[in-house]
């Protein structure tokens, strides 16, 4: 079975030099586990900082949306802006405060047809993947079209000819 003292060390513990027992795994945690803690956290902390972790977020589909809202709401109070498929994201953008009025139309040809039934401009909000099938039908009934905003996210100023 050996000495005593082989048997302490054997068993994890550590018989310092003034008599005092000591677990050596107790030191060690004391001294590694923060050290080994943000070994481990780093990487994790590094690519969460840089926006590449993959849970949560919109992963940039709503990139640009912002300026986007800014441009909105620069606009005079009660101006109408036609979307389909921003709805609640840019009412969240646009904010509590906004005095624009968003409104969903169905189709192209709807905005279309609401475009050309109303004095004074209009406005379109949109993508830019989607952008163009809207503006088709607004386009064959001669109508004007002025980009306002280009990126990400557009904003057209739109006028029916007649």
Known sequence: MGSPISWLNAEGYN?????????????????????????????????????????????????????????????????????????????YYLGDGSSVRPVFQPSPQAMARAVCGQDGYSYLAASQAESLPWLEPLRRRGGYIETLLDGPFLLYRLTCSF
């Open 15 to 91: 018989l310092c030099g003034n008599g005092e027992l000591h677990m050596k795994s107790e030191m060690f945690n004391r001294a590694w586990l923060p050290i080994l803690v943000v070994t481990m956290a780093l990487p994790f902390t590094l690519r969460a900082l840089s926006g590449r972790v993959e849970i949560g977020g919109d992963h940039g589909q709503h990139t640009g949306l912002d300026q986007l809202a800014a441009a909105i709401n620069a606009l005079p109070a009660k101006t109408v802006i036609y979307d389909y498929s921003l709805d609640w994201e840019l009412v």
